[in-house]
């Protein structure tokens, strides 16, 4: 046989199979790929397109194929739709905008809020196992009409579950919840919880390790974690062989979180922002007033739209139709880079973010 199937599934010669200069040689009807790995730590991917396109690029997150999150963030190569999507460091595509879930009471709630959403034509879910609507969530999707493969679905785990064997049961009792087979991105909820505050370091080495058996076998597409810090990045990449795919984090007007950021696009990996719209206070702020006045958009839409301006992804919530609708009708507009600045340096308009070292929870 001249080519066989490599873990990726993808075809690769016989001849070059476990290579040390080559990782793997694809083909498709749409192109193939050389990819050379140095030391495993720097690779180049030269991809050639059956239309003669030559594209060079690094191993980075990018929006659609082309555009670079670190471009995004000064304002250039924006996502233009809500179905837009930007791809992951291992080349998972998750869409530009989430639908949070969290306060979502678990029932009538919370599956009558994700239908709407789906309804908009958002296709990115965020739950999470301590926000107790999984089973909602799960039964939205069903009921919706939309094909499960057409939604981006994210849990994280709960905080007292740390631990590769905690972890596992955890996962299991996810998937029952949700009743599905798979889930699109798994995160760490919390790097330091209370419970395991004396070994927190060895809890999410355990948890991580899980998360990487996992999503090796197919049952998560891409892994993360939520509201890490550069200290926990790096004790935990001490026994890591995958990094975080994802960063979920407090990303809102006036808290930038600026170290965080700076390192998580360092090292390539996506910035989620939860509470995009801060607090009620937000909508208090003669600023934002003046913003809104200005764009002719609402404040909350104001400040979606910033958040992609500053190539986050983020995931506004609501329980309300009226602004399910109203957060994702925010692409026929752009916000002026000084309105940008402005926006961001709205210090503690809307508070900060709680010190993950510290919580009680």
Known sequence: MLFKKNKHQRLIPEKVAGNSCFSWLAFSYKYFAITLTFNK????????????????????PIYNQNNSLSNCRLGENIVK?????????????IPCIGFGTWQA?????????????????????????????????????????????DIFITSKLQNDMHGYENTMEAFKQTMKNLDMDYLDLYLIHWPNP?????????????????????HKAGLIR??????????????????????????????????????????????SILLEAYSPL???????VPQMQSLAQKYGKSIAQICVRWSLERGYLPLPKSI??????????????????ED?????????????SADPDTITW
């Open 194 to 214: 209370v419970k395991y505050r004396d070994q927190w370091q060895e809890a999410n080495a355990g948890t991580w390790k899980a998360f990487e058996e996992l």
């Open 320 to 337: 309300t139709p009226e602004r399910i609708r109203e957060n994702a009708d925010v692409f026929d507009f752009r916000i002026s880079p």
């Open 105 to 149: 009471k678990n029932g009538d709630m919370a599956v009558s809020s994700v239908k709407e959403a789906l309804k908009c034509g958002y296709r990115h879910i965020d739950t999470a196992a301590g926000y107790g609507n999984e089973e909602s969530v799960g039964i939205a999707v069903k009921e919706s009409g939309v094909a499960r493969e």
């Open 41 to 60: 730590i720097f690779a180049i991917r030269l991809q050639f397109h059956i239309d003669l396109e030559l594209r060079l690029r690094f191993m980075i």
């Open 278 to 284: 801060g607090v009620g206070r937000i909508f208090e």
């Open 340 to 352: 940008v600045q402005t926006i961001a340096g709205l210090k503690g308009c809307c508070g900060y």
């Open 81 to 93: 739709t809500l179905t837009d999507c930007y791809e992951l460091s291992s080349g998972v595509k």
């Open 222 to 267: 891409a892994i993360g974690v939520s509201n890490f810090q550069p200290h926990h990045f790096d004790a935990l990449m001490q026994t890591a062989a995958i990094q975080p795919m994802v960063n979920q984090i407090r990303l809102c007007p006036g808290d930038t979180q600026d170290n965080v950021v700076d390192y998580c696009r360092k090292h």
